[in-house]
């Protein structure tokens, strides 16, 4: 292979790699003088001179003409006058000889391994490229194409052919994919495994619906609405505090939309996931009012030193301020930044008062619950009024759940 060959056969394969001149140049620069320093210990004396648009390559060598006798023969940058008269009859000592260097001299196998080394280089620039792409893209939504589906993520391709994951743990419980699928997410983290940068997606993240308002809302894009915090229990509730520093915009009107077109199209991108918008504000009481809405409180107690904060609700509340699966609860304390405890506001007759077991969604798992309902128990007076062999006869719970049912049910009554 001349030079001409191997320059133009990896100008084109840089060029199909999109890489510009001047790296190209300097790679072909960088592996032809390894190959110099391999032969002559240096590359001190060289010059190289690259055309890489018409393939040419001129290697040159410069050293000093010295006497056959000097002391300084052996030095890397020094030819003797017998050797120098070789290539000119007419040198003279203290003259220079330029020699040309042709890339045969430096044998085959160097020269199949420059071209090796040539190609290996082109793919680890475009791997780092890759990787620094997409390092600058993180907290970023993107869009892929499904092209595999496993048990534990999903490979998604970008545009340019680069493949993306999708691990389980990052999809939307949910999220069903097929392969063509087109695939909205957030560039999660980007990492090097063996040499190979790793790009990880995610539809989990906080910073995924942050993104989804911004693209949706344009006054939280343009700034005039700033997203406080985002809370989230993946595909199945949010809730997005937001405020505003212009008295003429109502952030939550605006995030929601008319008839609630801008949030409706986040939902449905999050697997209909519930999302509830509030108005933040400094003032604590209000911020945990709303943090639990829809339910409405009537006295809360504020335990800041201790990370815990006291809310008491009419029975018909607790509920809805629990949440199905505890979700609102959970949330709200995340949003608020405090443990919250939820206490029942019984005055007078009111203690009297039957409890519906939704109410006790925190503690008892919804499956017992449940299997309670499908016996007609759906009240925690109901289940007191039967015995717990009554209660495991009629039901397919064992002893043990059904007692530690009672207990709970007991204790918020004493």
């Not at 929601?256 to 801008?262: A, E, F, I, N």
């Amino acid at each position: 292979m001349d030079h001409s060959t191997l320059i133009e056969s990896f100008a084109e394969f840089a060029r199909h790699k999109n890489v510009d001149r001047p790296t190209m140049i300097r790679i072909l620069e960088d592996v032809f003088r390894t190959m110099i320093k391999k032969k002559y210990k240096t590359d001190d004396n060289f010059d190289i001179i690259i055309n890489a648009d018409k393939g040419d390559l001129e290697i040159w060598r410069f050293r000093e003409i010295v006497d056959d006798n000097s002391e300084d023969i052996w030095d890397y940058d020094k030819i003797s006058l017998t050797e120098a008269r070789k290539i000119e009859p007419d040198f003279e000592i203290g003259e220079e000889v330029a020699e040309e260097i042709k890339l045969i001299d430096f044998g085959r196998r160097a020269v199949m391994t420059a071209r090796q080394t040539l190609i290996q280089k082109i793919k680890d620039l475009e791997k780092d490229n890759l990787f620094l792409k997409y390092k600058d893209l993180v907290g970023e939504i993107i869009v892929g194409e499904t092209y595999q589906v496993m048990q534990k993520e999903v490979l998604l391709i970008d545009a340019e052919g680069n493949e993306l994951n999708l691990p389980k743990s990052e999809q939307i419980p949910k999220d069903r994919f097929r392969k063509g699928d087109s695939v909205r997410a957030i560039v999660h983290r980007v990492e090097m495994v063996n040499g190979n940068p790793k790009i990880i997606l995610s539809r989990t993240s906080t910073t995924f619906l942050e993104r989804l308002f911004e693209n949706e809302v344009p006054e939280v894009f343009d700034g005039l609405i700033t997203i406080k915090k985002v809370v989230r229990e993946p595909g199945e509730r949010a809730k997005v505090a937001v405020e505003s520093y212009d008295d003429r915009i109502d952030p939550v009107g605006a995030c929601v939309g008319m008839k609630g077109s801008r949030i409706h199209s986040i939902v449905r991108e999050l697997q209909n996931e519930n999302i509830d918008v509030i108005n933040y504000t400094d003032n604590m009481d209000l911020y945990i009012s709303r943090a639990l809405s829809p339910a409405k409180i009537t006295n809360i107690k504020v335990e800041a030193a201790e990370g815990r904060v006291s809310v008491y609700l009419k029975p018909d509340q607790v509920s809805l301020a629990i949440g199905k699966g505890g979700h609102n609860i959970k949330l709200a304390s995340k949003l608020v930044g405090l443990e919250i405890d939820v206490f029942r506001d019984l005055q007078g007759g009111e203690m009297d008062e039957d409890v519906d077991l939704e109410e006790f969604a925190d503690e008892i798992e919804s499956w017992v619950i449940d299997e309670f309902k499908r016996i007609g128990l759906d009240t925690a007076k109901s289940i007191l009024a039967l015995s717990l062999e009554d209660l495991g006869r009629r039901s397919d719970l064992e002893e043990e759940t059904i007692q530690e049912v009672i207990n709970i049910i007991k204790q918020e009554f004493e």
